[in-house]
Nanobody, 119 residues
Framework: QVQVVESGGDLVQPGGSLRLSCVVS????????MNWHRQAPGKQRELVAG???????EYADFVKGRFAISRDSGENTWHLQMNDLKPGNTAVYYC?????????????WGQGTQVIVSS
C-alpha cells in the first residue's frame, strides 16, 4: 500500500514563509527523484523544484533564491521551504516521487496541500 502525505499548506501574508513536507510510505520503494509541483486556479500543473538522491536540486526560475528543496537523509521524506512568498505563489502544491519497486519504474503523487498568499 502506498501513502503519499503532504502537509504544511496554509494561509500566509505576502513576504511570509511556509515549509511543506511530503512523506512517501511504500514497501520496497526506492526513490530516485522527488519533486514539488504546483497548480494555480485555471492553470496547468508546473514543476517548482526537484531533487534526486544523488544530484543537486533544481528550481523553476520563478522561485530561485526564495525556495529550497531538501530531503531527510535516509528517509522518503522531503520538504519545500518557501520564503518571501508572493500572491502569485498561491496554488495547490503537490509532491511527486519517482523510483522503482522491484526494478519496475513507478511514480506517486500526493493529494496536494493548499497554499494561499494574501493580506
Amino acid at each position: 500500500q502506498v501513502q503519499v502525505v503532504e502537509s504544511g499548506g496554509d494561509l500566509v501574508q505576502p513576504g511570509g514563509s511556509l515549509r511543506l513536507s511530503c512523506v512517501v510510505s511504500a514497501s520496497r520503494f526506492r526513490v530516485y527523484a522527488m519533486n514539488w509541483h504546483r497548480q494555480a486556479p485555471g492553470k496547468q500543473r508546473e514543476l517548482v523544484a526537484g531533487i534526486t538522491t544523488h544530484g543537486y536540486p533544481e528550481y523553476a526560475d520563478f522561485v530561485k533564491g526564495r525556495f529550497a528543496i531538501s530531503r531527510d537523509s535516509g528517509e522518503n521524506t522531503w520538504h519545500l521551504q518557501m520564503n518571501d512568498l508572493k500572491p502569485g505563489n498561491t496554488a495547490v502544491y503537490y509532491c511527486h516521487a519517482g523510483g522503482t519497486i522491484r526494478d519496475a519504474m513507478v511514480d506517486y503523487w500526493g493529494q496536494g496541500t493548499q497554499v494561499i498568499v494574501s493580506s
